[in-house]
């Protein structure tokens, strides 16, 4: 049997295991796949974690850091240029690390029918899956400005985004900010000064998640649960060698994650 699962800290929610038990049984494959809750990763367990699954996810906080404690792993060309993991793949004793982040996000893009070319774009956080958007606007001609709570080398403070409200069109958060145990801190933003927004984005999912009820209803909001399914498609072909498309069993999964969360 083929296991599978998801990599990160804390892990207090995730959708990840209903879609691939699904995916599982639309492929007519074997396996399961399960929650990898570890506060800290080091060579020693993550080691240990390629040797008991053949493939998993990762997530907060850990997107970034496997790639300075796992060695030897293949790593695929845009894990390269994004600097960011979110999938590996264990077969025949080779562990390759690839990152479907990047065309989650874009496979997100064309579902709602949006073209970010020529817009003024800013992401909030600058971690694993802020590098992955950054990638993937690059590659539909787009760009977008980080904005940092730190000192970063081609980032933005949150003053200088308060200072430049009226400019932006659209606002990506990637932060854990409104979502367990975030729920209750907030980002040094001032929303009544965002008056021209097409769009606001939050990578974040679920009823938990405060973010985007800060913005008024007449601006497109989509929290993150359509990219999660659009990554997660993806690492599923990497991981099976399925040929899915996104446009042929989108609306089965996310039917699938409204009947378990009705």
Not at 137 to 146: R, S
Not at 178 to 201: H, K, R, S
Not at 215 to 230: A, V
Request: charged content about 20%; hydrophobic content about 35%; proline content about 3%.
């Amino acid at each position: 049997m083929n296991k599978y699962g998801i990599l990160g800290w804390p892990l207090e929610r995730s959708y990840s295991p209903i879609i691939h038990t699904f995916l599982l049984k639309h492929a007519s494959i074997e396996g399961n796949y399960e929650l990898i809750k570890l506060n800290e990763i080091n060579n020693k367990n993550i080691d240990h974690i390629n040797n008991n699954y053949s493939g998993y996810n990762i997530t907060i906080p850990y997107k970034e850091k496997i790639l300075e404690v796992s060695e030897g792993a293949h790593l695929d060309v845009h894990v390269e240029k994004i600097g960011s993991v979110n999938t590996v793949k264990n077969k025949d004793g080779i562990t390759s690390f690839h990152n479907t982040d990047y065309l989650g996000f874009l496979n997100f893009l064309e579902i709602i029918n949006f073209n970010p070319e020529g817009r003024t774009i800013m992401t909030l956080g600058s971690g694993g899956s802020s590098k992955a958007i950054k990638y993937a606007l690059n590659l539909m001609n787009a760009e977008t400005t980080i904005v940092s709570r730190t000192n970063k080398v081609e980032a933005i403070s949150y003053q200088d985004l308060n200072d430049r409200a009226n400019e932006v069109d659209v606002l990506i958060n990637t932060t854990p900010i409104g979502m367990p145990p975030y729920e209750n801190e907030t980002l040094d933003i001032n929303i009544e000064n965002f008056n021209n927004l097409e769009l606001v984005m939050n990578i974040g999912y679920g009823s938990n998640n405060n973010f985007l009820t800060l913005f008024n209803d007449d601006i497109q909001k989509f929290d993150g649960l359509g990219m999660l399914i659009c990554q997660a498609i993806e690492s599923f072909n990497i991981w099976t060698s399925s040929c899915l498309t996104v446009t042929s069993i989108y609306d089965e999964v996310l039917k699938e994650l409204e009947e378990q969360h009705d």
